[in-house]
């Protein structure tokens, strides 16, 4: 049984930093790409970032590149999402998801397995 547990998040002023992790369990992690994606208040889930099975390829939303970044640790089975320069409009719950094609995608259809979320809010 796959699980994904979303850590890191919490209230912070527009400029600020916070890094999320997701450790993963069941499964081989490094199999699998990995994926951020995030929901708005009254809209829908949208995609963040991926990054593929061995860290070596990585996709970004126009919205967070420059400011996001994530990074994976195998040996951790651990994803990472730093994110910088937070803006109000990243206001948001933050899911992670798994990938098996281990390629890494934008569309939610590619992943199968999904964390609770974690809140994340920026005030300005």
């Known amino acids: 049984q796959v699980q994904l547990v979303e850590s890191g998040g919490g209230l912070v002023q527009a400029g600020g930093s916070l890094r999320l992790s997701c450790a993963a369990s069941?499964?081989?992690?490094?199999?699998?790409?990995m994926g951020w994606f995030r929901q708005a208040p009254g809209k829908e889930r949208e995609f963040v970032t991926w990054?593929?099975?061995?860290?070596?390829?990585?996709g970004y939303a126009d919205s967070v590149k420059g400011r996001f970044t994530i990074s994976r640790d195998n040996a951790k089975n651990t994803v990472y999402l730093r994110m910088n320069s937070l803006k109000p409009e990243d206001t948001a719950v933050y899911y992670c998801?798994?990938?098996?094609?281990?390629?890494?995608?934008?569309?939610?259809?590619?992943?199968?397995?999904w964390g609770q979320g974690i809140q994340v809010t920026v005030s300005s």
């Open positions: 990054i593929s099975w061995n860290g070596g390829r990585t």
């Open positions: 998801g798994t990938d098996p094609s281990g390629l890494g995608s934008r569309y939610q259809a590619s992943y199968t397995d």
């Open positions: 069941g499964l081989i992690f490094s199999n699998y790409a």
